[in-house]
């Protein structure tokens, strides 16, 4: 029961989960990097994330805006990982102006977990494929295979 004195409040009007869309598999954010070129390491890459779910499903006077969620709570895009990379998690906020002029206040924990699905291996192994076919010199590729026997 509340009376006068008390105040109801509300710690956030969403609670958010972002990340890799297994149905669609992967594709390059650009916006992300910065860069339109895709001659990079398929692991230095970023990739579109999407709202993998959200609670609740509609707050009055403040819509859900998946996309603009997205890219403020990874705005470096989605990235993969090996065991040899860093893979602490981190905490970060953000904040937004809304049309109106109203500000939002977010805040985002990235972390990491295996991936386990076996269209997402075989696309990240053929990319990587493909970048080393690509961008490693021919001698390079064959000493690198030599020393992997």
């Known amino acids: 029961m509340l009376n006068d004195k008390c105040q109801l409040t509300k710690f956030a009007d969403y609670f958010v989960i972002c990340g890799l869309d297994l149905e669609n598999?992967?594709?390059?954010?650009?916006?992300?990097?910065?860069?339109?070129?895709?001659?990079?390491?398929?692991?230095?890459?970023?990739?579109?994330s999407k709202t993998l779910a959200h609670y609740p499903v509609h707050v009055s006077g403040n819509p859900f805006d998946s996309y603009g969620i997205c890219m403020l709570s990874l705005p470096q895009g989605l990235k993969f990982?090996?065991?040899?990379?860093?893979?602490?998690?981190?905490?970060?906020?953000?904040?937004?102006?809304?049309d109106d002029g109203k500000r939002c206040y977010g805040?985002?924990?990235?972390?990491?977990?295996?991936?386990?699905?076996?269209?997402?291996?075989?696309?990240?192994?053929?990319?990587?494929?493909?970048?080393?076919?690509?961008?490693v010199p021919s001698k390079t590729r064959e000493q690198s295979l030599l020393s992997e026997c």
């Open 25 to 48: 598999g992967l594709e390059a954010d650009l916006y992300a990097d910065g860069v339109t070129n895709l001659n990079i390491p398929p692991l230095d890459r970023s990739y579109k």
């Open 107 to 135: 805040f985002s924990l990235v972390f990491y977990e295996e991936t386990k699905n076996e269209n997402i291996c075989t696309a990240m192994q053929t990319l990587q494929s493909m970048y080393i076919t690509d961008n």
């Open 81 to 98: 990982r090996t065991q040899k990379h860093e893979i602490t998690p981190r905490f970060h906020s953000f904040a937004s102006t809304r």
